[in-house]
């Protein structure tokens, strides 16, 4: 029975092995047959599936996606993504095949690029892909198998998930779709960002009248505003050798790091001497 | 990815670092000096945290080293920068703007049908948008493909939140101690 609408839902691999002699299929024609082969089979062709499965979003929405192979550099990212998955059983191999809809996976046989960069993986009950130069990527039925294709594909596949994590990072770009208007978002974004930065420089500068002393002030400050006033104290005593190292020539008093208060002091006492200081340099 | 406070800490250090150079020299009293100072020393510091691996991070200090050169190489402590600041970085790419005007011309004198037309549009506007952010992103025109570009956008933006946020932090809290 399993055999059966295995053989129905893919009805043209067997042509298809036939007309593209690979050892691959030959052993596929004969799991055809024999229900006990059937296992095997879906391990090493889960494999090919999971080598998708990162780019499968974009699989199903873009139809002009044509099919090839291409060598890169490889992305350890299919590596872990298929031995990760090569964990679940075959049982997983049918239900995926048949929700790849229009896109219909052949599972036990996919067209495979022409050009002699390829490389097959065989996966037989191996759990563990070794590390290799170059992604490897199964055409799809219906897609054309030139190497130009094939490496267009792929590099739209990158540029994509890309934008996926940059959709994730920009704030308020998850219902814009679109490459134009996800890269307009993103340029505004970082512009924003840039002013921002010459913004607080700016305000920086006008707070702390002479700004050397305020790199001192900075310890204290960050202290201050990162953790809470009751842990001041403590969280003193780990930057205070850094600090003592940096600034020994304002830090003369020592420093007893166990009240807050203590330290309110010190920060308005470099205050105060630095507008000394200023107030000297502008008489 | 989002900014931890482990870069939080780094980037406040050698920040911190950078605003020492400047402390010897306090004949800068203008404030458009001061204010460079912090400025550049922040940058630094925030391309500093990659260590060279990104290419961005080499365009901006290279930027700043034509500012402040003596900063730069103190800063860099050493070994670093010699290599980050004579690096060789790859040539910019230059488009003649009149001749490839003149292509799209003829270009576009063949293509006609509807659907093609709205797809070269798009690919028209998506173009001009990458332009603009390679003129964003620093080092933005030394690269030559999407990928990288796209990849060096997302760690610039990353250490761009960092930066804002240890610097917001640092505002906020001299501006309550002053109110005190």
Redesign the interface.
């Known amino acids: 029975m399993a055999t059966f609408s295995y053989f129905q839902n893919y009805p043209h691999s067997l042509l298809d092995s036939l007309l593209f002699p690979t050892p691959h299929s030959s052993i596929n024609l004969t799991g055809f047959i024999d229900q006990n082969h059937l296992h095997p089979l879906p391990n090493s062709s889960l494999v090919e599936d999971i080598s998708f499965n990162p780019f499968l979003d974009e699989h199903n929405v873009d139809r002009t996606e044509n099919s090839g192979l291409k060598k890169q550099a490889n992305t350890t990212k299919t590596a872990t993504t298929g031995s990760s998955s090569c964990d679940h059983g075959p049982s997983a191999i049918t239900t995926t095949g048949k929700n790849r809809g229009r896109k219909a996976r052949n599972v036990s046989n996919s067209k495979e690029g022409v050009e002699g960069r390829k490389s097959k993986k065989q996966k037989r009950g191996s759990k563990e892909e070794p590390p290799k130069d170059y992604i490897h990527v199964r055409a799809r039925r219906g897609q054309a198998t030139d190497s130009h294709s094939l490496a267009e594909r792929v590099r739209r596949e990158k540029i994509s998930e890309r934008m996926r994590t940059l959709q994730n990072l920009v704030p308020g770009c998850d219902k814009v779709t679109g490459k134009a208007l996800m890269l307009d978002e993103i340029i505004n974004y970082v512009q924003t960002l840039q002013t921002q930065v010459e913004f607080l420089s700016m305000k920086l500068t006008s707070i702390s009248p002479v700004v050397y002393d305020f790199g001192s002030d900075l310890d204290g400050l960050i202290l201050r505003s990162e953790m809470g006033s009751p842990e001041v104290g403590t969280s003193f005593t780990n930057t205070m050798p850094t600090t003592t190292s940096i600034f020994p020539s304002l830090l003369d008093k020592s420093i007893v790091p166990t009240h807050a208060q203590v330290q309110v002091d010190l920060i308005s006492s470099h205050l105060h001497g630095g507008n000394k200081i200023y107030v000297n340099l502008g008489s | ?2 900014p931890t406070s482990s870069m939080n800490e780094e980037f ?2 050698k920040w ?2 950078g ?2 150079i ?2 010897p020299s ?1 004949d800068n ?1 203008s ?1 458009h000096e ?2 460079k ?3 550049l020393s ?1 940058d630094v510091a925030m391309a500093s945290l990659r260590k060279g691996t990104t290419c961005w991070s080499r365009a901006l200090i290279e930027k700043t080293a034509t500012e402040d050169n003596f900063l730069v190489r103190q800063m860099l402590s050493g070994i670093k920068a010699e290599s980050l600041i004579n690096k060789k970085l790859p040539k910019k790419i230059v488009c003649h703007r009149k001749i490839v005007r003149r292509s799209k011309k003829i270009l576009r004198r063949k293509s006609k049908s509807a659907s093609e037309e709205a797809a070269a549009k ?1 690919k028209r ?2 173009k001009r ?2 332009q ?2 390679r003129n ?2 620093p080092g933005g025109e030394l690269m030559s ?3 990288l570009l ?2 060096e ?2 760690d ?3 250490s ?2 960092t ?2 946020n ?13 109110e ?1």
């Open positions: 990815m989002q406040l250090k911190q670092m605003l020492q400047f402390r306090i009293t404030v001061r204010k100072a912090i400025k922040a798009a506007l998506v948008r990458t603009g952010l964003v992103v493909n999407d990928v796209l990849q956008t997302l610039y933006i990353v761009l939140q930066q804002v240890v610097m917001r932090s640092i505002v906020d809290a001299a501006e309550a101690e002053i005190r």
